[in-house]
């Protein structure tokens, strides 16, 4: 049996869908129609992220008050600034950190300050579903291996 890493970069989206402040919210909600994410990481020029942008900061901030998506861009949207974790982050310290900011999704970021991954609540549920697997056939196994013991 393998040991699991609890690290948030062993759990991460490494190819990660991101976007300029510069864009308008037209070509945004494209891009993540064409990539199939909900929420895209705002980066600048040197890869360092600065923001998030989720359909529903589109659905809420835009179409619900009628503003003009493409006038608008991704920066006048955005939610900044953004909450970061580091590779080596522990699962259980993210999670907290998430829950602290109320937040879904956090971009990890390397010492130099550049995107190297994302996080998601449902590849946390993932990693803690396969853990709890396991504990749920350790403890199947113990039962088996008493009663074969014992038989």
Request: net charge negative; aromatic share 0%.
């Amino acid at each position: 049996m393998r040991t699991r890493s609890l690290k948030v970069i062993d759990m991460a989206v490494h190819d990660v869908a991101t976007i300029t402040a510069d864009k308008n919210i037209q070509e945004c909600a494209a891009q993540m129609r064409s990539e199939h994410v909900g929420s895209l990481v705002v980066i600048n020029d040197e890869r360092k992220p600065i923001g998030m942008i989720t359909d529903r900061d589109i659905a809420i901030e835009v179409v619900a008050l009628k503003r003009n998506p493409e006038e608008l861009q991704v920066k006048d949207v955005m939610t900044a600034p953004v909450v970061t974790a580091s590779p080596n982050e522990g699962m259980v310290t993210a999670l907290a950190r998430m829950r602290e900011f109320g937040i879904r999704r956090l971009p990890i970021v390397g010492e130099d300050g550049t995107i190297v991954g994302v996080i998601s609540n449902s590849n946390l549920i993932e990693e803690l579903s396969e853990l709890l697997g396991g504990l749920v056939r350790n403890i199947h196994s113990s039962k088996t291996r008493e009663v074969t013991l014992r038989s």
